[in-house]
């Protein structure tokens, strides 16, 4: 089983920034995807940012030139840097991880419990 634990949520105003972090801890091979996720009240999860293995990043636009997705492969961890929020970036946050349990085995995705990010005034 694969385990991700978010953290860094909370509540900034308009303009200001923020950084989540999210661990994955268990039993597996590999992780080859992680990413973020949101979802908005009344609106479907979406996705704001991944990255490979490899570092090679993946960004919506709407986030694009104000958020920064990293990672550490060594402590399975994946950051999400977000500068000049918006209110309309208030959202519950998942973090997301493409896993390979066992040595040529198919990928599974996992998530975890999310943190919410409220950008208010």
């Known amino acids: 089983q694969v385990q991700l634990v978010e953290s860094g949520g909370g509540l900034v105003q308009p303009g200001g920034s923020l950084t989540l972090s999210c661990g994955a801890s268990?039993?597996?091979?590999?992780?080859?995807?992680m990413g973020w996720y949101r979802q908005a009240p009344g609106k479907q999860r979406e996705l704001v940012a991944t990255?490979?293995?490899?570092?090679?990043?993946n960004y919506a636009d709407s986030v694009k030139g104000r958020f920064t997705v990293s990672r550490d492969n060594a402590k399975n961890t994946v950051y999400l840097a977000m500068n000049s929020l918006k209110p309309e970036d208030t959202a519950v946050y998942y973090c997301?991880?493409?896993?390979?349990?066992?040595?040529?085995?198919?990928?599974?995705?996992?998530w975890g419990q999310g943190t919410q990010v409220t950008v208010s005034s």
């Open positions: 990255i490979t293995r490899g570092a090679n990043t």
């Open positions: 268990g039993t597996f091979f590999l992780i080859y995807t």
């Open positions: 997301n991880a493409r896993v390979i349990i066992r040595s040529g085995g198919v990928s599974s995705d996992y």
